[in-house]
């Protein structure tokens, strides 16, 4: 079983890899990796709100075909839990 994820947690990794958060609307925010250009784009949604499969998926691939803390991510947040 997937761990359980919140936005707030997804956010603070993202951070501390690099990735810059932008509100261009505010249905969505863009994620931004400061050396790679790499972008994940996720909803709006409250810190403390979980994070939908679907999105955990979305973020694991990116960071998986960019190169960009994969292992990290597995580690933290994207594996079993």
Do not use: C, W
């Amino acid at each position: 079983m997937a761990r359980k994820v919140t936005f707030s947690q997804l956010e603070q990794f993202l951070t501390r890899h690099d990735f810059a958060g932008r509100r261009p609307a505010t249905t969505h925010r863009i994620y931004e990796h400061s050396a790679s250009g790499t972008q994940i784009v996720l909803p709006s949604r409250p810190g403390r709100e979980r994070v939908s499969p679907y999105h955990i998926a979305m973020v694991r691939a990116v960071l998986r075909n960019s190169g960009i803390a994969y292992e990290d991510f597995m580690a933290e947040l994207g594996g079993p839990g």
